[in-house]
């Protein structure tokens, strides 16, 4: 039961203070926690694109988790896994970035195109990580997934493509030539001609275009200001094909604050003007350090996706938990120079990074199978996300296959869905809707870190309106322990309603190829009626709840 002292304490970490109004609310004696939607202050629309997708030519991810190959035994659809595109056509995916990651900036797009038979094989930029038996397409680009064929796979699901540009090896010209090759009309220019020879003749109308990926490392190691610079050069100018195109820049790796101040100041040096060049400033983080503050080394501070116990459990979720006040950071530096805030964010990667060792493909470089733990994390970052709608435009979950924080993962002809996955399948119903303010208050939930005292917070969430119906989707991170909370809608009653719940009764429940539904989403019809209802949310769990409104 929460104490007194334990519901203070929580309500101030999270920055909240109301505790009066929940007095004159008169809230149930005997409920955990509280959840107060104020149905009257939209905070902003929920970008569809937030519950994007990433796919990076890197070892499994394209040759075999997507393209399987036209004569390919896999059940396929114009040489993609079929499966994955029926899979993805399920939730909604509004935006898939290709094809890095470090990879983009070693990648020439022109040898992805023409006939399948012409393109060259080249070195992929993961080779050096690759063991000496990977399968050849892992080591050597066989070129056979280009331009067309992402293009293809976008269609077949409904998303939009995101392509990131080479800004490290490759001149502006090449830029130029692939926003040409992709979105001139058809019989306008050489490079449509060529399109049109391959089966696609119009255009692909590619809005979203990466200008270099981590810039600051695999990207060419600039300086901000020298990022700066070939920034501006490279989208000075840019043919536009009636589509106007919105270019993201490399942005900071997680609370590097110097890189989006340095990035910004040299920018506008050319006047404020420069600004409006850019869309989306990228931010990447992973959540990999799980020594407790022991080591900041890359590869001793990884936990492992499989064997952990509750207490990397909690640090995983803290890993995670950085990323809003990531994005309050970074949106209050980049107000120094863009006080209007013409530039949004955009979280490109993100998710939880694993040592090696649990995967599902024995060699598949830096795939993990992810468990009950990674939904909790996913869905409690997708709701971070829904916190700040006027800040953050677009994410791109890293990876979509066979790699990092998979929603699938594929091997020849098998196929799952992971407990993330699934909470993708969930979160799509948040899409397009009107985020609305919604304050969590729950007792923390205390842990032994080393031997001192730990603690982190007991439920939070977000909330969004679509017409008359409410999404409430909300996280219980306590690995033991049940949460019995009261939800006000405050300004309508709850009608009736229905709730969706990923949990399971080992926190690291994990989907395989021969046991596909270990975890997996459980809807229940709840008896909600009125302003003030109750829901048990299990331990361990993500729940979506979806409230008919009055
Ligand atoms: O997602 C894997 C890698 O992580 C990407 O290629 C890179 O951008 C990041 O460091």
Redesign the pocket.
Known sequence: MISRRDFVRNSAVAGLCFLPKFSRLAFAQGVDAHIEVVLDDIIGTISPNIFGH?V?N?SGVVYDGIWVGEDSKVPNVHGIRKELVDEMSKINPAVVRFP????ADSYDWRDGIGPADKRPRRTNFWNGGETADAPASHRYDPNRFGTNEFAQFCRLIGAQPYLAANLRSLPAEAFYRWVEYCNSPAGSTTLADERGTAGFKDPFNVKYWGVG??SW??GGNFTPQEYATEFRRFVTWVPEYGQKLAFIASGPDGANWAWTHGFLEEIVRKGKGMLSSIYGLAL?H?AWNLSRGRTQDWNEGKGDALKFDPVDWYELLREGDRMEQLIQGHWQVMSEQDPGHTIKLVVD?WGPWYRPGSEATPGDQ?EQIPTLRDAVFSGMTMDIFNRHPEKVTMANC??LIN??NSLYLAHENRFVVTPVGHVFAMYAAHQGGEGVRTEFSAPAIHYDRDGKAASFWGLRGSASLHGKQLVVTAVNPNVKDPLQAQIVTRGARVNSGKATILTAPDIHAHNTFDQKRAVAPQEKDVQFKGESVSFTFPAASVTKLQLNLA
Do not use: D, S, V
């Open positions: 990433f990076e890197l890095g990651g470090c990879f990926n981590e490392g695999c990447h992973y990667e830096l890293a990876q790699c990092l």
